[in-house]
């Protein structure tokens, strides 16, 4: 059952330009998201998150844009640098305070 | 850095052997998450601790698999029996009081069963 779905397992963009990312979810019960980043051999790492009261949420280089009408979310990196090449991890949870995630986004950015 | 500590980095097994991981949550978590992650897939949940208690274990396969989060001392998490398909990185997650804190991650298990 999977409540939580990045569709696309990869995405290249040449630096500089803008990343999005994708993620979609079924249960109208969520009501926090994240995105979270994962290097190779190490733990993933909070990156940003927004809540279901808002549509956007702003961090430097990071946006975080959610349509709840669509049960969709997509983050934006832009400029986007080589060191944002990781696997980004679309996470949802809901008053139960366990998290779903979905299958990550191996994104590269080539210089 | 008084992060989430797991232990070991990487275990070997045989098959029908015992595995047992370790997790420390950070200082003043009282949430604890587990997760695997199969090789080419995402995160998938397990379980959900709090001290003491098993707060949600929908994730966790019915038989084999075992998590507990004493009163003192880490979080364990065991694999009985150890078969091939269990392979893969397992990772732990605490947080202060819920997920709308955010959590944080351990480092992982990489666990292989030869």
């Known amino acids: 059952d999977q409540q939580v779905k990045q569709n696309s397992p990869s995405l290249s963009v040449q630096e500089g330009r803008i990343s999005i990312l994708n993620c979609d979810y079924t249960?109208?019960?969520?009501?926090?998201f994240l995105w979270y980043k994962k290097y190779p051999a190490e733990g993933p790492t909070f990156l940003i998150s927004?809540?279901?009261?808002?549509d956007k949420n702003e961090d430097g280089r990071f946006t975080v844009f959610l349509n709840k009408s669509a049960k969709h979310l997509s983050l934006h990196i832009v400029p986007s640098q080589p060191g944002d090449s990781a696997v980004y991890f679309c996470a949802a949870s809901d008053r139960s305070n366990d998290m779903r995630f979905g299958a990550g986004t191996r994104l590269t950015v080539k210089p | 850095n008084a992060g989430v500590m797991q232990n070991p980095r990487h275990l070997v097994r045989r098959r029908g052997q015992e595995a047992r991981l370790r997790c420390s949550p950070m200082?003043?978590?009282?949430?604890v998450y587990w997760y695997r992650q199969l090789p080419e897939e995402g995160l998938k949940f397990m379980v959900y601790l709090q001290k003491e208690n098993i707060i949600d274990e929908s994730g966790m396969p019915k038989e084999r698999f075992s998590a507990e989060f004493p009163k003192e001392g880490p979080s364990i998490l065991r694999i009985q029996q150890v078969v091939r398909g269990d392979s893969a990185a397992y990772f732990c997650?605490?947080?202060?009081?819920?997920?709308?804190?955010?959590?944080?991650f351990g480092s992982g298990t990489r666990l292989t069963v030869v």
């Open positions: 927004i809540s279901s009261i808002k």
């Open positions: 200082k003043g978590h009282s949430h």
């Open positions: 997650a605490s947080s202060l009081a819920g997920s709308n804190y955010g959590y944080t």
């Open positions: 249960n109208s019960m969520f009501d926090y």
